[in-house]
């Protein structure tokens, strides 16, 4: 089995901060793709951003400049950055990984549980 587990959500003012973290666990090979998605009420669930092995990232063009995605390989670990938050950044944050399963045998996407940003004043 495989876990995804989230941390960092919460309560921001515009124009704060907040740095959310992901540890994948269990039974994983290798990690090919880790990052973020998010889903605001109403709207369909979206790319945030995205680090692939290599050091190749990918990012929405809302939030270029002011997110930053990074992955630590030794803790299976991908953290989300995000700066200047605006309210439109309000939503759920999904994490994100493509990786070979040693139960399954085969590379797979999985998913955080998710974790609620919300940025208000």
């Known amino acids: 089995q495989v876990q995804l587990v989230e941390s960092g959500g919460g309560l921001v003012q515009p124009g704060g901060s907040l740095r959310l973290s992901c540890a994948a666990s269990?039974?994983?090979?290798?990690?090919?793709?880790m990052g973020w998605y998010r889903q605001a009420p109403g709207k369909q669930r979206e790319l945030v951003a995205t680090d692939t092995n290599g050091g190749s990232t990918k990012y929405t063009n809302s939030v270029k400049g002011r997110f930053t995605v990074s992955k630590d390989n030794a803790k299976n670990t991908v953290y989300l950055q995000m700066d200047s938050l605006k309210p439109e950044d309000t939503a759920v944050y999904y994490c994100y990984a493509l990786l070979w399963s040693r139960t399954a045998m085969t590379y797979s996407n999985y998913w955080g549980q998710g974790t609620q940003v919300t940025v208000s004043s």
């Open positions: 269990g039974s994983i090979g290798s990690i090919k793709t």
